[in-house]
């Protein structure tokens, strides 16, 4: 394999590998796989949400009493804000190993990148870590623990076993009035799964085939790195995934550095250069009103046992 020049890396890395950057981001985030995207145009883009529902009533045959009167009612709407913010990460690498790149190294470079703001992102949306201000929606666990949507692994014999759990707040987001859908959990979750099975002995976790999603529970599944995830928290997060919304401003982008000053490190002085890579996501729940009531919470989370 021919050598890469260090003034060609850029922009091969930008122009022949921006797939395999969003690939690796897309591999290292549970969010980007579950939930939906929508691309954002400007920083800042109000999603309607409905906060009134319309109500019906019976109507007599009456032409003088009020019961003969078609009634009125409203729909109104609030407002849901995504917010664009950034994501980045500098890789500093010596100059002698530019010099020697291939391209092995660049996929290397590419999914160490990738994966960086993949998790980044799934810390911030799953628990809250280093969540923006402007994403006013709470965390998935934050939103679950506040709306009282937690069930807490138990004994066998009560059906608050790990699976038991998964099911029951599944429960409590279809009682919210949501679509229970989609599941978060820690990678080791796969390993302790494969005896549990339903009342009719099938198993209750199916792999994915071909690229889709895990299933567990009837619930499409989401892996996420233990580097995000801490099992101490919550051992998976239920919820639907259509009322989840990840806003993508600008894909991953890449910048050759060589005169910067990175973590303190002055790239010149010490023959480096770096690989800045950055993308802009947002994020808002979509609580709101539906049939069971107002702001309802399309979460529910399972927390370990002695929490």
């Given at each position: 394999m021919?050598?890469?020049s260090r003034d060609d890396l850029a922009t091969i890395i930008q122009e022949e590998y921006s797939n395999e950057l969003l690939a690796a981001a897309l591999s290292g985030s549970a969010a980007l796989r579950l939930f939906r995207t929508v691309n954002l145009g400007t920083k800042t883009t109000?999603?309607?949400?409905l906060a009134t529902i319309p109500e019906a009533e019976f109507v007599g045959e009456?032409?003088?009493?009020?019961?003969?009167k078609?009634?009125?009612?409203?729909a109104t709407w609030g407002n849901k804000q995504l917010v664009a913010?950034?994501?980045a990460v500098i890789i500093p690498i010596h100059e002698n190993a530019i010099d020697d790149a291939t391209t092995a190294t660049l996929d290397e470079l590419t999914a160490l990148g990738?994966?960086?703001?993949?998790?980044?992102?799934?810390?911030?949306?799953?628990?809250g870590t280093d969540k923006p201000a402007a994403w006013t929606?709470?965390?998935l666990l934050a939103?679950?623990?506040a709306a009282d949507q937690t069930v807490t692994v138990g004994d066998v014999a009560d059906g608050d076993d790990l699976g038991g759990c998964i099911y029951q707040a599944a429960q409590l987001v279809d009682e919210a009035g949501w679509d229970p859908s989609g599941l978060a959990a820690p990678r080791g979750l796969r390993f302790r799964l494969p005896n549990i099975r339903t009342s009719t002995g099938e198993p209750i976790w199916l792999p994915g085939t071909n690229g889709t999603l895990d299933n567990v529970a009837g619930l499409d599944t989401g892996f996420v790195p233990g580097r995000v995830w801490d099992r101490n928290d919550a051992e998976g997060i239920v919820f639907d995934r259509e009322r989840v919304i990840i806003g993508v401003r600008q894909d991953i982008t890449v910048k050759f550095l060589t005169e910067a000053t990175v973590g303190g490190i002055n790239l010149a002085e010490r023959d480096m250069v770096a690989l800045r890579f950055k993308a802009r996501y947002a994020y808002v729940l979509g609580t709101g009103v539906n049939d069971e009531g107002d702001a309802q919470v399309p979460v529910a989370a399972v927390l370990p046992s002695g929490s």
């Open positions: 021919a050598d890469i109000n999603l309607p949400v009456s032409a003088t009493e009020d019961v003969g078609k009634p009125t009612s409203q913010e950034e994501i990738g994966a960086a703001i993949g998790r980044k992102l799934d810390g911030a949306v799953f628990f929606s709470n965390d939103a679950a623990v």
